[in-house]
């Protein structure tokens, strides 16, 4: 055994021999290879390397120059390729025009030929432009197309209004085909600017062919036509902020002409034109694809937002104009119903989803504005009360039978809008404007406390349905437990200054007799009493402590009261039993929080420095 493990070892010693003599021969031919190809440097040429000192930093200054002269360049490139090419074409239409002007002051050439002359040259220059856009220079290319344009209008202006060598009809079409020229050239060459150039025209020409008679049919007509063109034109195009020049040009010309030359017996015209401008401006907002595939945010909003705003606002400013004026008076709140019918019927057509609450507030809007317009007094109270539950059931309804990102966000609206809908019923119900003028009342027996109960029962309702919406997981603002919230003060509220007003009525006309007026303020101090006390039972039974806050604060209120006015103010006997009946309530409350039939004590262990307010209902 001793004679095997040494010839093992002996075996072993060799085999580790080989492996070094093999990685020697490795390391061998590696270091000839980098000495043939002089990456091996000497360690005496390296120590004399590094004796060499590094050559000195370039000075930072030098580099100053050619940071400051990008901006500087831009800066220069816009004056001089922008702003003087504006300042230019400006320049060159007030030319054209002084020299048509100087050529009529001299009579240098005759009427036709002066307007031959312009012709030719707007159209020369037209067609010079387009070897500047081949050669590559589009923005100089679209300037002299711009004063190509402004000369061919104005010698068409001049044969019509100045020389009188052809009729309306003709100096028009002759307008309008430049305009067509432009808009074809902008759509072929994909130039928003070129578009502008022509939307421009189209606008000018009824300026300039005015002659100050009343032509309604034959100027709406053809701005009719331009809209359309327009909205035709941004269908293809992304091109949104014409817009922005076709509908203010619009209003500008309807506010124009309804100024000077309304008169009611063109009602029905003019109601056919302002309904057909308001259908024009609907369509660029009825597009799924106004989720603005490859749209700024800006060009977007146009379409979407201000767009659907402003034609809303002009089709109600117009038709309510146009039916005042008329004498039509009583037809405004069904022309508020229909406007907020309209509104809902768009809700169903593909739109994006802003566009979508869009119109559903402004359908929401227009059934608010319907309700004083045909209402008055009380009744307006009831129509907001209801209108605030209706649109409250309906966004919880929204919210709980769909999970689509446009109901979520349209439930959202409702929520703000039925939130709105009842502070409007709560405010008109608690002002004393509501009720001026209305005759003597039997207490708890009149319209008065009929509205308030409804007012109560449409709280209440808000308060059922926004308790049961509660439990989903949205929290978006305001949330549903802010109406909670909202309801249950403003039902308090609402039921104290009903019943107290009634009381107040009941010993109103005994005014005179000290001893109705001494009861009457010993039954309010009881009412009050008695409220807060049965509040405070309701916060203990559904263990609310905002409940149970609002008793405590009428209690405060009533403690108040009692000793400090009713205290000076009442007789002896009313005294006592103002006080008697305080003062059982009053132990009868500390006894129930002594009973600490909440559990008080029980969780102060758990939490002892809990600091987190209870803003809900439920504790």
């Known amino acids: 055994m001793g004679q095997e493990e040494q010839q093992t070892q002996q075996n072993a010693v060799a085999r580790l021999a080989q492996e070094i003599a093999a990685l020697s021969g490795r390391v061998a031919a590696i270091e000839r290879h980098l000495t043939a190809s002089g990456a091996v440097v000497q360690d005496q040429p390296s120590r004399e390397a590094a004796q060499v000192p590094p050559p000195p930093p370039k000075p930072v200054l030098e580099q100053v120059p050619q940071l400051s002269s990008k901006p500087a360049s831009s800066l220069e490139k816009r004056i001089g390729s922008q702003i003087f090419?504006?300042?230019?074409?400006?320049?060159?239409?007030?030319?054209?025009?002084?020299?048509?002007?100087?050529?009529?002051?001299?009579?240098?050439?005759?009427?036709?030929?002066?307007?031959?002359?312009?012709?030719?040259?707007?159209?020369?220059?037209?067609?010079?432009?387009?070897?500047?856009?081949?050669?590559?220079?589009?923005?100089?290319?679209?300037?002299?197309?711009?004063?190509?344009?402004?000369?061919?209008?104005?010698?068409?202006?001049?044969?019509?209004?100045?020389?009188?060598?052809?009729?309306?009809?003709?100096?028009?079409?002759?307008?309008?085909?430049?305009t067509a020229w432009n808009a074809l050239m902008a759509w072929s060459q994909s130039s928003e600017l070129l578009a502008i150039y022509a939307l421009a025209g189209a606008f000018a020409t009824p300026l300039l062919l005015a002659t100050g008679g009343n032509h309604e049919t034959f100027l709406f007509t053809y701005i009719l036509v331009i809209d359309i063109a327009t909205v035709a034109l941004v269908r293809l195009k992304p091109w949104q902020r014409l817009l922005l020049g076709a509908f203010p040009a619009t209003i500008a010309f309807f506010v124009g002409w309804y100024v000077q030359f309304n008169s009611s017996t063109e009602l029905a015209v003019t109601s056919l034109f302002v309904a057909l401008f308001f259908v024009i401006f609907i369509v660029p907002s009825i597009d799924e694809r106004d989720e603005r595939k490859g749209h700024s945010q800006g060009s977007a909003a146009i379409a979407s937002i201000f767009l659907p705003l402003a034609n809303a606002v002009f089709l109600a400013l117009a038709f309510y104009s146009l039916l005042e004026d008329s004498g039509h008076h009583a037809l405004l709140p069904w022309m508020a119903v229909l406007f907020g019918a309209l509104y809902l019927g768009l809700m169903r057509l593909p739109q994006a989803r802003v566009t979508f609450a869009v119109h559903l507030s402004l359908a929401v809007v227009f059934l608010t504005i319907a309700i004083p317009l045909k209402a008055s007094g009380n009744w307006i109270t009831v129509g907001w009360f209801a209108e605030g539950v209706a649109l409250l059931w309906i966004a919880a309804r929204m919210m709980t039978s769909t999970t689509e990102s446009t109901a979520i966000s349209s439930h959202r609206v409702l929520r703000v809008l039925a939130l709105c809908a009842l502070l409007l019923g709560f405010f008109s119900l608690s002002s004393p404007l509501v009720w001026l003028g209305q005759p003597g009342q039997t207490a708890f027996l009149n319209l008065r406390f009929a509205t308030s109960l409804f007012g109560i029962a449409a709280l209440a309702a808000s308060t059922w349905i926004a308790l049961r919406a509660s439990t989903s997981s949205d929290v978006a603002s305001p949330s549903w437990r802010t109406i909670v919230g909202f309801s249950i003060i403003a039902l308090n509220l609402v039921a104290i200054s009903a019943c107290v007003h009634e009381i107040d009525t009941a010993f109103h006309p005994v005014y005179g007799n000290v001893e109705a007026v001494l009861q009457r303020s010993l039954i309010i101090s009881g009412f009050l009493m008695l409220y807060g006390a049965a509040l405070l039972a309701v916060g203990f039974w559904k263990r609310s402590a905002f409940i149970r806050w609002q008793a405590i604060i009428l209690l405060v209120f009533t403690i108040g009261k009692t000793f400090i006015y009713d205290l000076r103010d009442l007789s002896q006997g009313y005294r006592v039993i103002s006080f008697l009946g305080l003062g059982v309530l009053l132990m009868v409350v500390s006894f129930a929080y002594q009973k600490d039939w909440l559990a008080f004590r029980a969780s102060e262990p758990e939490q002892p420095h809990s600091s987190e307010p209870t803003t809900g209902v439920d504790q």
């Open 85 to 178: 090419n504006r300042i230019g074409i400006i320049a060159l239409l007030i030319a054209a025009a002084l020299f048509l002007k100087h050529a009529m002051d001299n009579h240098w050439i005759g009427p036709l030929g002066r307007v031959l002359i312009g012709l030719v040259a707007g159209s020369a220059i037209v067609l010079w432009s387009e070897r500047f856009r081949r050669k590559g220079f589009d923005v100089f290319s679209y300037s002299l197309k711009a004063i190509g344009s402004g000369v061919l209008y104005l010698a068409l202006w001049a044969a019509f209004q100045v020389f009188h060598l052809m009729p309306a009809g003709v100096a028009l079409a002759a307008m309008v085909l430049v």
